[in-house]
């Protein structure tokens, strides 16, 4: 695991690490799919038949914290609204779009205990760690990275 929950006031934060943009959306979908789901279901999931393909959304001007929020959006809206409940991806960022290969189930199959309204831009944060560059870890769980790497932070709105 390369993300962590990050302390908020009334909502609930994501903050990732890991060594490439690609990797660190990954990472902060897994997050969200996990502050979802129920202990029950986490069980289950892998027992569920999964389907596959390719989800996309354009990135403007190259903006990677706006793409960050508009996949995620993405992973919501497919998620409540489509019943396709994503469960693993690889991502691929191209001049002009994040796609991702993704293997999903059937959301009414998955039980939720956290309802997620909306992915915010408050806090938002989606960056390029330089080498030896250390970003200050924030009580109690979230530890301190020192690059080079990348990182992304989201608030949900819960």
Not at 75 to 83: A, K, P, S
Not at 110 to 134: F, G, P
Request: proline residues 4%; charged residues 20%; aromatic residues 6%.
């Amino acid at each position: 695991m390369s993300w962590w929950i990050l302390p908020t006031t009334a909502d609930i934060g994501i903050r990732a690490f890991s060594s490439s943009p690609e990797t660190v959306i990954m990472e902060c979908v897994l997050g969200l799919q996990s502050i979802q789901v129920s202990d029950k279901s986490l069980d289950s999931i892998n027992q569920l038949i999964r389907s596959t393909g390719v989800w996309t959304i354009p990135l403007n001007n190259n903006d990677l914290e706006r793409g960050l929020v508009k996949f995620l959006e993405e992973v919501l809206y497919r998620g409540t609204i489509e019943n396709e409940w994503l469960v693993d991806l690889i991502v691929k960022i191209d001049d002009g779009s994040i796609s991702a290969h993704v293997s999903w189930v059937n959301s009414e199959l998955v039980e939720r205990e956290i309802e997620i309204k909306a992915v915010t831009l408050h806090e938002l944060v989606m960056r390029m760690i330089d080498q030896n560059e250390i970003v200050a870890g924030l009580e109690p769980n979230i530890p301190t990275f020192e690059g080079p790497g990348w990182m992304a932070q989201v608030v949900l709105d819960i």
